[in-house]
Structure formats: C-alpha cells, structure tokens
Nanobody, 119 residues
Framework: QVQLVESGGGLVQPGGSLRLSCAAS????????MDWFRQAPGKERELVAT????????TYSDSVKGRFTISRDNAKNTVYLQMSSLKPEDTAVYFC????????????WGQGTQVTISA
C-alpha cells in the first residue's frame, strides 16, 4: 500500500521557519522524483520545489527561491521542505508527491499538511 504522509505543518509568525517532512512507504522511494506543492484557499495548486531521485538536482518556484530548501534521505524514505523567512502568502496546504516521469506527472500524493503564517 502506497503512502505519503506529510508532517510538520503548523502556525508560525511571519519571518519564522518550519520544516515539513514526507514519509514514503509502499514503493521504491529512491526511484522516484519528489515534489512539494501547495494550495491556498481559492487559488490553484502551485509546484513549489522538486528534487530528483538522487537528491542532486533541485528546482524552486520563484515565489520561494532562496527561502525554501528541498532535500531527501533515501535511507529514511523521506523528503523534506525547510522553509524560512516565512510570509503570510506562504499560507497553504502543502502536499508532497512522487513521480517516475517528468515534472507534472505525479503518481502518488500525500494528504497534505496545513501551514499558516500569521502574527
């Protein structure tokens, strides 16, 4: 049974930091590229960060570049999203997703974790 379980969300003040985790099971994690998406109320889902199978190649949306860092630990079947200098506009549900193919072709999705940035 494939599972992606996000954790680490919460309420943080502007300027603060959070680290999201996504624990994978039920598939060969190291064979999959991993992505973090987010979706704010009333907005379309946004691809925030991607990481390739080995963890060497990462990409970021312009909205988070320089503030967020995606990483993975293939030994722990886990992908992370370190978020810093958080802004109210970062408030969203954050999802991790796995893909065998190229970006935009995700095979598995997590259930999401809420991140709220507010004073």
């Amino acid at each position: 049974q494939v599972q992606l379980v996000e954790s680490g969300g919460g309420l943080v003040q502007p300027g603060g930091s959070l680290r999201l985790s996504c624990a994978a099971s039920g598939f060969t994690f190291s064979n999959y590229g991993m992505d973090w998406f987010r979706q704010a109320p009333g907005k379309e889902r946004e691809l925030v960060a991607t990481i390739n199978r080995s963890g060497i190649i990462t990409t970021y949306s312009d909205s988070v570049k320089g503030r967020f860092t995606i990483s993975r630990d293939n030994a722990k079947n886990t992908v992370y999203l370190q978020m810093s200098s958080l802004k109210p506009e970062d408030t969203a549900v954050y999802f991790c997703a796995a893909r065998l193919g190229g970006i935009g072709k995700n095979d598995y999705w997590g259930q999401g974790t809420q991140v709220t940035i507010s004073a």
